[in-house]
């Protein structure tokens, strides 16, 4: 129970299983049966858990969703101020990676308050660990933004990223963010969907950017997690303005439409489709600029 004597209590940060209940960490029953504050994201699936565990908690149990997370960290850093053990526990994996969680570990370190973790599944590391891509350096990027212009805005932001990518999306949205992907990293960039991990439906998707998209577009069920290569050395420098124009017009000369040749030279050079597209109506422009002050052909 809560400490009397004035001394701060403790928050502890638990992972829970991202799919099979066996996974769950064996100290996990422990401080869900021992803490004074239990906070859940979903109090409904933290309920179900325990009767899988065979345990019942002890403590209070509140909800700690984003929706209320603001409003209740001060209450829960009350309740550490006044010596209590409060457990914080997401649906799936670990508190604080694109869960709550971070507001409330700030403001209890904020306070000097201890803060100490049950180490627990976790759908990042095992997506990279069966991805069959480079992990020895990764970097996540957790959901990217609803809307397809803002999407690409970030998809754009990290196209020469040399670390491996790892994402979560939603099963609705998933082929509008692999044909993102495809359109921004190339259509040929290894990647990897871990659909259902450690459940009984899992599945796995290893390929080409261009052909998951293809796949995806037939709908895709369940808990997201998209692993993407890292962008390789070319080892050449940017092109200029110039050889970009070059570029799209051979393409449109061998019967590519200019919007298409415009997205597969930016895609060859890394590049987002609004610097190739300006370069072509630039050259377009000082070309017609050319012809009426007489500088064309004779």
Known sequence: MAD?????????????PIGDVADAPPRLAAE?????????????????????????????????????ESARTPELVEALAGGARVLLVTDAGMPSVSDPGYRL??????QDIKVTAVPGPSAVLTALALSALPVDRFCFEGFLPRKTGERLGKLREVADERRTMVFFEAPHRLDDTLAAMAEVFGADRRAAVCRELTKTYEEVKRGPLGELAVWAAEGVRGEITVVVEGATDTGGEKPDAAELVRRVQVREEAGERRKEAIAAVATEAHLPKREVFDAVVAAKNAARTGLAEGKGPA
């Open 105 to 110: 570990v700030a403001a209890a370190v904020e």
């Open 32 to 68: 869900l049966e021992t803490a004074d504050v239990v906070a859940a994201e979903d109090t409904r699936r933290l309920r179900r858990l325990t009767q899988a565990l065979g345990i019942h908690t002890t403590g209070r149990v509140v909800s700690y969703f984003e929706g209320n």
């Open 4 to 16: 009397v004597t004035g001394t701060t209590g403790t928050l502890v940060l638990a992972g829970t």
